[in-house]
């Protein structure tokens, strides 16, 4: 699958979510992401290798799924074909990876509130980010396609739906959580 993603920070947080709300009701989720590589080849290469436990927060109802980011196919947003599978023992799957060889890099709690809806004809997912250890609101507007060919036009509607949520296209960034969480990390030792 390819993700087609924005990630934008949010500099009129209550207006965004106002705005948000019309679309659609949300669930609060909670992810426990770790992120895994070996010898910084997944790194070099621009991939993501995570496992994530999701608590929803709504529910109590815990999921786990390792999940590949492979190489992105739009550079301007840094967009990626994504392969994710259910792992019923997140922490088995931990093991497996470091008998593999991969070490773990990062580890943080993610907060999102997420919204599900139809927009222009394409099912849409709008995650309203936050973190601990960041000060910064985020909004990660995506949706799915099965071809790298069928990506311009869903572009198309992701940086719509952003207009409409008032979200400038200068507040988008490629700047990736686990740097900033890294940057912040090391500012408080």
């Known amino acids: 699958m390819f993700e087609v ?3 934008a920070e949010v500099n009129n947080p209550v207006e965004v979510y106002k705005k948000l709300q ?17 010898e910084n080849d997944l790194e070099h290469k621009e991939q993501e290798l995570r496992v994530r436990i999701k608590e929803n927060q709504n529910t109590g ?28 023992e997140p922490e088995q799957a931990v093991v497996l990876l470091d008998k593999l060889g991969f070490r773990q890099k990062i580890s943080y709690n ?14 849409i997912e709008v995650s309203y980010v936050t973190f601990d250890e960041i000060p910064e ?7 799915l396609v099965n071809e790298e060919s069928q990506t ?8 719509e739906l952003l207009e409409k949520l008032n979200v400038p296209q200068a507040d988008l960034t490629t ?9 912040a990390r090391k500012g408080n030792l």
Not at 22 to 38: G, T, V
Not at 61 to 88: A, G
Not at 113 to 122: E, L, N
């Open 61 to 88: 109802e815990l999921k786990s799924v390792l999940t590949l980011k492979d190489s992105p196919f739009d550079k301007k947003t840094r967009s990626k074909p994504e392969y994710e599978t259910v792992v019923e």
């Open 110 to 123: 993610k907060y999102c509130d997420f919204f599900a809806f139809r927009y222009s004809g394409r099912d």
């Open 175 to 183: 700047l990736m959580y686990q740097t900033r969480i890294h940057t």
């Open 5 to 7: 993603e924005l990630t």
């Open 152 to 159: 311009p036009e869903a572009f198309k509607v992701v940086y």
């Open 137 to 143: 609101t985020f909004i990660e507007i995506e949706t």
């Open 22 to 38: 019309e679309f659609s009701d949300f669930q609060r989720l909670k992810y426990f992401d770790r992120y895994f590589d070996k």
